[in-house]
């Protein structure tokens, strides 16, 4: 079974920064595409960023485009998301998410919830203005 943790989360002002880290364990991280994605109050889950099993690919929901980076160190089975240039409308529980894609190739990312079969606890990020 395969486990995601998030941390990192907190309370920061606007225009500050954060790093959300995700630990994987269960099975072979390297193997697994990852992304992340955000559901604030009142609103759906949606995707921040999403990165290949490679690292090559990176996707990135147009309002975090140039602030924010996902990035993997499959070394240390963990996902990141660095967060800079932070407003109040990021505020929001921000989720892990995991899909094992052994037989695609490396270099694909999902961007839809239901690409993925593994989640993590969420962590909660909010932003002060």
């Known amino acids: 079974q395969v486990q995601l943790v998030e941390s990192g989360g907190g309370l920061v002002r606007a225009g500050g920064s954060l790093t959300l880290s995700c630990a994987a364990s269960g099975r072979t991280f390297s193997n697994f595409a990852m992304a992340w994605f955000r559901q604030a109050p009142g609103k759906e889950r949606e995707l921040v960023a999403a990165?290949?099993?490679?690292?090559?690919?990176?996707l990135y929901q147009d309002s975090v485009k140039g602030r924010f980076t996902i990035s993997r160190d499959n070394a240390k089975n963990t996902v990141y998301l660095q967060m800079n240039s932070l407003k109040p409308e990021d505020t929001a529980v921000y989720y892990c998410a995991g899909r094992e894609s052994l037989f695609v190739t490396r270099n694909q990312a999902y961007t839809g919830q239901s690409d993925y079969t593994y989640w993590g606890q969420g962590t909660q990020v909010t932003v002060s203005s």
């Open positions: 990165l290949s099993r490679s690292g090559d690919t990176t």
